[in-house]
């Protein structure tokens, strides 16, 4: 069980994709919580504003940051045990499967969204990490925060219907995934591989490692360097690279 907290300009954002689908199964399994804050409830003027502009001119507005230090150090002691507590900017970490698997094995994270031109330097000092989704800007972190939802609750045992679901997709062994078909197994006139119809276990699960080194290679040789391969394997990945880099010379 793990709880998720956002704190947030957009509270409502959250339940509609929450509430759906495998995220709402989970959620009703007590796989995970949610509870999403009004950054507003933390302001003490009457326009109840959470921005400002910035110092030394420049464009659009800031977060300010006593709201955001009053919430989170408020939610922070709500509860038994201190959340981990994560920021999104397009300046953190870069986000992906490792840092969600370790993300997945804590209990308590509150989500910190930004909106307009970013924070106040001095709130992002409150973060245990800070996030990056991949070079591009969204408008806000509330996209960023049920990105890391979802792909934390998936992790979990019982969020998928198919426990061995998870352990199979792209990223989980260091490779992408195998290519895979649903009938019809003819299509104007497009088949699918003859193996997968055979029903012999041990060459579909050969075809599919050589499909995942094949894909792998092809579109995302970055992750050959971290991925448990077999001498064999590495010289048929070599050789694809090697092929790949003939085609792009023409
Ligand atoms: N001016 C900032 C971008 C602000 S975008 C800059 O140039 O770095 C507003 C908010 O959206 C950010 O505070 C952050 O919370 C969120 N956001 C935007 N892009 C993001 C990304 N790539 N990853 C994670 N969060 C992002």
């Not at 991949?134 to 998936?154: F, H, K, N, P, W």
């Not at 041990?202 to 077999?230: C, F, N």
Request: glycine share 8%; net charge negative; charged share 30%.
């Amino acid at each position: 069980m793990i709880r998720f907290e956002a704190l947030t300009v957009f509270p409502d954002m959250f339940e509609p994709y929450l509430s759906r689908s495998i995220m709402g199964r989970a959620k009703a399994r007590g796989v995970y919580t949610f509870e999403a804050y009004d950054l507003r409830d933390w302001t003490h003027d009457r326009h109840r504003s959470v921005d400002d502009a910035p110092f030394g001119g420049g464009q659009g507005m800031l977060m300010k940051c006593e709201p955001l230090i009053e919430a989170i150090e408020d939610i922070s002691s709500l509860g038994d045990e201190k959340p981990h507590v994560v920021f999104f900017s397009p300046c953190g970490q870069r986000y992906d499967h490792s840092v969600a698997v370790d993300l997945s094995r804590k209990s308590r994270v509150l989500l910190v969204c930004g909106r307009y031109e970013g924070m106040d330097e001095r709130a992002l000092e409150l973060a245990d990490q800070t996030i990056s989704m991949g070079d591009y800007v969204l408008t806000g972190g509330e996209l960023a925060a049920l990105s890391v939802i979802d792909s934390c609750v998936r992790l979990l045992p019982g969020a998928l219907g198919d426990e061995m679901s998870a352990v199979d997709e792209s990223f989980s062994c260091g490779l992408l995934e195998y290519a895979q078909y649903t009938r019809p197994a003819e299509y104007k006139g497009k088949g699918v591989p003859e193996v997968l119809l055979s029903g012999n276990h041990a060459a579909i699960d050969a075809w599919r490692r050589k499909s995942s080194l094949e894909r792998t290679a092809r579109w995302r040789p970055d992750l050959l360097e971290g991925a448990k391969l077999s001498e064999e394997e590495r010289a048929y990945v070599a050789q694809i690279i090697r092929q790949e880099g003939c085609h792009d010379d023409e």
